[in-house]
Each structure stands twice: as C-alpha cells, then as structure tokens.
C-alpha cells in the first residue's frame, strides 16, 4: 500500500492513531493496546515502569504520547494555582501494536466536506498582555528572571477533520517534530521544530531554537545567520538558552561530557530560517528515564530562565491552563531509548473547540507591540488552516 | 571536597562541572544544606541565581560562619552574596547584561592574575555592586572595560574570591584557568 492508501483507511476506520515525523517521512502508530491517561499521581510509576517491560524485538516495544505542561511542573515540585480550563486530560501515553511507515509525501482527501469557523477569540486582549508585560520587565530588573515566554490563547469553536489539516500542514510547514494524535474524544496537530531529547544508549542531545526569521527574496542561509548574529536581541535570548540546557544536561551527564555539538547554527526550512544549537553528552550511569525527563523538561527554551523562578512567576500571572503548550510529545522505548520534542505550533481540538497557544518572549529590551505581534503571527499560520 | 550551594539556577550544574574537573563536588539547594558534607568541605561555593542577596539569608549565615576558616567562592548572585554580608549595596543596573559576552579587564597589582590583561566574559546580571566600597582585605581586581563595573573580587588573606561573571558559561573563555587559579591560590 501506498502511504496515501494508508492514510485513506486509517481515516475511514475510525481508530485511534499518531504520527509522528521520522528522518525519512512519517510513522504512523495504531492498533493501540493500552491507552494510560496521566495524572499527578500515578505519571513517576507509569515512566519508572515502562524499561520493566519485556522486550519483544519489535519496532512497537514503546509507549508514545505526551505530557502536558502542569504533570512536568509537578514532577519537579513545581505547584500551580488552581487555573482555569477545559478540564483536558494532564498527559496521555499509547501502546502500539502497528507501526507502519509513510513518505514525506502525505496527501489525503477528506471523506465529507466540513463547512469551517475561521473566527477566533483571543484570551488576552494587548491592554492586559501589556500589564503581564509591564510586571514581568520589573522582574527581569530586580533579577529574578532573565528571560519570560508570555502564552496567549486563540480559540474556535468548530469540528475540524484532523487528518486533511495535519496533511495541509506539512505541506506549508514541513517540520522536523511534526505530530499528529487523533482520539475518539481529542486530537492535536503540530508542526513542532523543536527537539528536546534524543536519547540513545548512553548519548543524549537536545536542539534547542531561539531565532526564527521568516524567509523572503532577498534572503539565504549565509544572509539569515548575519542577521542573527547582528541582532543582539536574539543572541543574547539564544545565548542564555545555550548554558541552560547544558546545565540541565549536566544534571545526569557524566562530568566533562556535555559539549556544545553544533554552535548557534542556522536551519533552513519551508518559510522560515531558525537559530538551533546542539548540544550533547554522555547520561552517567545509574540514571533513569525519570531523571532524564525531570531534568530537561518543562524544556527551557520556551519558559525562560532560570527555569524554577521563572516557572513560578508565570504560574501566578497566567490565569488559564497551558494544557498541552510546552509539554513534549514523544515515545519511549523498552530499552530506555526516548524522543520527545516541545509542543509549540499545535492545535488542540477537545470537545470541537480547538486552542491554539502561542508565546514569546520577554527580555530586557522586548517591545510589548513588537511581541504581541509576534504572537498573531505564530498563530496566524495555523489559523490558517481554518479554511 | 568542594560544596557547592545551589541557589535554584539554571546554570548551577555547569558551575559543578567545571568545578569537577579539579576535585570532588557535592552541590546542594540553599534550604536543604546538609551540614556534615559543609563542614566537611575545604571549599564553598556560592552559585548563581535570581533575585537578590537578601533573598537568601540562610547563605548569608554560612559565610559569616565559615569565612576566614574555609576558601569561600561566589560567582555572579553569590558574588553579590559576599559583598552584601561585607556590607556592600547591591542595586539595580541601568544597562542589564543577560547573555551578554564582554570584556574585562584586570586592573590591580595585587592579584592572582597580571595587571592589564583582558578575558572574554559571559554575564547574566540585573544587579551590580554600587560603589565606593570599602571592606578591609577584600580589593576589586577586574572591571568590566566599558562600564568599570566591579567583575571580580579578591580577598587573598582570608581566601574569599567572586567573580560577577560567569567563568562556567561557554561565553566565557578560559573560564577553567580563571577557576584552577583561584582554587590553588
């Protein structure tokens, strides 16, 4: 079968599945025997559990989903207030029993044609983004953060087919942590860049991003890293995102093995440029997926830093639940292997009504227009999608 | 044994690496001190952090406690920790360097390291020194060659040592010979 004869019968059977993007094209997992729904309680066992299982010799010796933002605050003692929401589960993790590869080349034709709601409702209107602004710039002053990601919400109400979007999406936006998961009662599409653990054997990395530059004419890949370079703005923010995440490798690495792999280099993709560095090092010896995931995630680049302080001080500004929004989706192995990327870029669809978070970030010398616009313009993309 | 005293930052663990590769390091949080492995330590390190020094009044304590008696380090928050417990003001800077590489300069004679010469530096501080500042052993030893802001205190006597930058982060260079200096010193 072709990958698009694939996609025709997983859409038409109603079973659950996730695709996931690979090195070559996309995998797709279904056929799910377990399906574990998270909770504060019972996520440590849950991950502590999963390297405890027999090895089958088979590509489905895994369990792939995410983590929302609220269990990987809780996993690193990190409390939030009671904040509002839609009462959307804190993490869900598959067992798959299939796994079946597809080509870059996704295409899919709906089986019904679905009249679309192209308008969205923002949650926070400029004045009161403004005002967390305003707070937030008073805190990098007196030191207490260095760096702060203010999310905004754009939400719709309207039932979508998840498969046509996620397709549409990959092909205005071929990312390299792309996900999609469609359930009976939710679904997420994302065209997430951003890798936050690969874990091999011994060898973990994460690529950070900080430096998006949007692609034109008279740009190319020697011209974007110019402008990174010359913006002081985006080197400092990068710069700062750098010795975070080789302070948290350092946490389980063995000492001396952290090493900057790849240093503020730019990636090209379909309509953007990003400012990525890779950074990588060897786990010590008796450390666990637990460790692993407690250290690196929330991932830092989309917080700020320093991560804990920080943490704490955009739980107590921000008044609804982030829900998905910078928690990592992703798989682990059997055999202690792992993947997971940052959820950025994605929309949520619970109950038909879809959310899709965006967030920039604060530093000393952000302009509160500039960033809130910033903010349309991630969400722009997807919106698109709504017609 | 070096103890390190973690004062919840994102660059802290980058502060134990590096200081592993000259001795053992045990790094704990600044409210969970296990006081045996302090006492036991020839060195204490305070380690970066946000907020400022009187947020943390527990590491204030141990350094009046162990100064003179054990080789005391802070760097960046904990650099400010020793001057604010050597009555030091503290206070916010006009110009705020986060992630910022600069240059410094050390400028006196009566140093570990040679008068004049510069080293490329990574900060990430809100906080500054104000100054005059006066404590008796202790002498600033390196600026920051644009602004003249205090980068690096030396107190030889009685082994205290601080740097405002962060000799860990890659932004730094030679941040390893800045560190081997002050710990065979």
Not at chain 2, 163 to 180: A, D, M, V, Y
């Given at each position: 079968?072709?990958?698009?004869?694939?996609?025709?019968?997983?859409?038409?059977?109603?079973?659950?599945?996730?695709?996931?993007?690979?090195?070559?094209?996309?995998?797709?997992?279904?056929?799910?025997?377990?399906?574990?729904?998270?909770?504060?309680?019972?996520?440590?066992?849950?991950?502590?559990?999963?390297?405890?299982?027999?090895?089958?010799?088979?590509?489905?010796?895994?369990?792939?989903?995410?983590?929302?933002?609220?269990?990987?605050?809780?996993?690193?003692?990190?409390?939030?207030?009671?904040?509002?929401?839609?009462?959307?589960?804190?993490?869900?993790?598959?067992?798959?029993?299939?796994?079946?590869?597809?080509?870059?080349?996704?295409?899919?034709?709906?089986?019904?044609?679905?009249?679309?709601?192209?308008?969205?409702?923002?949650?926070?209107?400029?004045?009161?983004?403004?005002?967390?602004?305003?707070?937030?710039?008073?805190?990098?002053?007196?030191?207490?953060?260095?760096?702060?990601?203010?999310?905004?919400?754009?939400?719709?109400?309207?039932?979508?087919?998840?498969?046509?979007?996620?397709?549409?999406?990959?092909?205005?936006?071929?990312?390299?942590e792309a996900f999609m998961i469609k359930d009976k009662n939710y679904s997420i599409i994302s065209c997430s860049p951003e890798n936050l653990i690969t874990k091999r054997r011994h060898i973990i990395t994460t690529k950070p991003i900080a430096g998006t530059l949007k692609k034109s004419k008279k740009l190319n890949k020697t011209k974007a890293l110019e402008f990174f370079k010359r913006n002081i703005k985006e080197t400092k923010e990068h710069n700062m995102i750098v010795d975070m995440e080789r302070s948290d490798l350092s946490r389980i690495c063995i000492s001396g093995s952290v090493k900057i792999l790849k240093k503020k280099t730019v990636e090209e993709y379909k309509d953007l440029y990003h400012y990525v560095s890779l950074i990588g090092g060897k786990l010590k010896k008796k450390v666990s997926s637990l460790d692993i995931i407690r250290a690196m995630m929330p991932g830092g680049s989309v917080i700020g830093c320093p991560k804990i302080s920080t943490l704490n001080l955009l739980n107590t500004q921000e008044k609804e639940g982030r829900n998905i929004y910078t928690g990592s989706f992703g798989y682990i192995k059997f055999n202690g292997d792992m993947r997971f990327n940052i959820i950025i870029r994605s929309i949520l669809n619970y109950k038909n009504c879809s959310e899709i978070s965006v967030a920039s970030g604060v530093v000393i010398d952000s302009n509160v227009k500039h960033e809130f616009n910033e903010n349309y313009i991630k969400a722009k993309a997807l919106m698109d999608l709504y017609r | 044994m070096i103890y390190i005293i973690d004062h919840k930052d994102s660059f802290t663990h980058n502060v134990v690496h590096q200081f592993e590769k000259f001795d053992n390091v045990c790094c704990d949080n600044f409210n969970r001190i296990n006081e045996s492995k302090l006492n036991k330590a020839q060195v204490i390190v305070f380690s970066p952090g946000p907020g400022s020094p009187r947020d943390y009044p527990s590491s204030s304590r141990i350094y009046k406690k162990f100064k003179g008696k054990k080789k005391i380090i802070g760097i960046c928050l904990g650099f400010q920790q020793i001057l604010y417990c050597e009555n030091g003001k503290i206070v916010q800077q006009n110009k705020i360097y986060h992630g910022y590489q600069s240059k410094v300069k050390v400028v006196s004679t009566n140093t570990l390291f040679k008068k004049n010469q510069k080293f490329t530096v990574g900060r990430y501080h809100s906080l500054k020194l104000q100054e005059p500042f006066v404590a008796k052993n202790f002498e600033i030893t390196m600026r920051c060659d644009i602004s003249n802001t205090a980068m690096a205190i030396e107190n030889n006597k009685e082994k205290i040592y601080g740097f405002q930058f962060h000799p860990e982060s890659f932004l730094t260079e030679n941040g390893n010979l800045l560190i081997k200096k002050i710990l065979s010193a």
């Amino acid at each position: 079968m072709t990958s698009q004869d694939h996609l025709k019968s997983i859409g038409k059977s109603k079973k659950p599945f996730v695709i996931y993007k690979s090195s070559k094209g996309f995998d797709l997992y279904t056929n799910f025997s377990k399906k574990i729904i998270l909770t504060n309680k019972n996520t440590k066992n849950f991950i502590n559990n999963i390297t405890k299982n027999k090895s089958k010799k088979k590509n489905t010796d895994l369990f792939i989903g995410f983590f929302g933002y609220e269990i990987l605050n809780n996993l690193i003692g990190v409390k939030i207030k009671r904040q509002m929401g839609i009462n959307f589960p804190k993490g869900i993790f598959y067992k798959p029993e299939k796994k079946i590869k597809l080509s870059n080349n996704l295409s899919y034709k709906p089986l019904k044609s679905i009249k679309l709601n192209k308008n969205f409702k923002i949650n926070l209107n400029q004045a009161s983004y403004s005002n967390i602004f305003k707070k937030f710039k008073k805190k990098i002053k007196s030191g207490e953060t260095y760096q702060i990601k203010i999310c905004t919400k754009y939400r719709n109400a309207s039932e979508i087919d998840v498969l046509d979007f996620f397709c549409r999406l990959t092909k205005s936006n071929m990312a390299p942590e792309a996900f999609m998961i469609k359930d009976k009662n939710y679904s997420i599409i994302s065209c997430s860049p951003e890798n936050l653990i690969t874990k091999r054997r011994h060898i973990i990395t994460t690529k950070p991003i900080a430096g998006t530059l949007k692609k034109s004419k008279k740009l190319n890949k020697t011209k974007a890293l110019e402008f990174f370079k010359r913006n002081i703005k985006e080197t400092k923010e990068h710069n700062m995102i750098v010795d975070m995440e080789r302070s948290d490798l350092s946490r389980i690495c063995i000492s001396g093995s952290v090493k900057i792999l790849k240093k503020k280099t730019v990636e090209e993709y379909k309509d953007l440029y990003h400012y990525v560095s890779l950074i990588g090092g060897k786990l010590k010896k008796k450390v666990s997926s637990l460790d692993i995931i407690r250290a690196m995630m929330p991932g830092g680049s989309v917080i700020g830093c320093p991560k804990i302080s920080t943490l704490n001080l955009l739980n107590t500004q921000e008044k609804e639940g982030r829900n998905i929004y910078t928690g990592s989706f992703g798989y682990i192995k059997f055999n202690g292997d792992m993947r997971f990327n940052i959820i950025i870029r994605s929309i949520l669809n619970y109950k038909n009504c879809s959310e899709i978070s965006v967030a920039s970030g604060v530093v000393i010398d952000s302009n509160v227009k500039h960033e809130f616009n910033e903010n349309y313009i991630k969400a722009k993309a997807l919106m698109d999608l709504y017609r | 044994m070096i103890y390190i005293i973690d004062h919840k930052d994102s660059f802290t663990h980058n502060v134990v690496h590096q200081f592993e590769k000259f001795d053992n390091v045990c790094c704990d949080n600044f409210n969970r001190i296990n006081e045996s492995k302090l006492n036991k330590a020839q060195v204490i390190v305070f380690s970066p952090g946000p907020g400022s020094p009187r947020d943390y009044p527990s590491s204030s304590r141990i350094y009046k406690k162990f100064k003179g008696k054990k080789k005391i380090i802070g760097i960046c928050l904990g650099f400010q920790q020793i001057l604010y417990c050597e009555n030091g003001k503290i206070v916010q800077q006009n110009k705020i360097y986060h992630g910022y590489q600069s240059k410094v300069k050390v400028v006196s004679t009566n140093t570990l390291f040679k008068k004049n010469q510069k080293f490329t530096v990574g900060r990430y501080h809100s906080l500054k020194l104000q100054e005059p500042f006066v404590a008796k052993n202790f002498e600033i030893t390196m600026r920051c060659d644009i602004s003249n802001t205090a980068m690096a205190i030396e107190n030889n006597k009685e082994k205290i040592y601080g740097f405002q930058f962060h000799p860990e982060s890659f932004l730094t260079e030679n941040g390893n010979l800045l560190i081997k200096k002050i710990l065979s010193a």
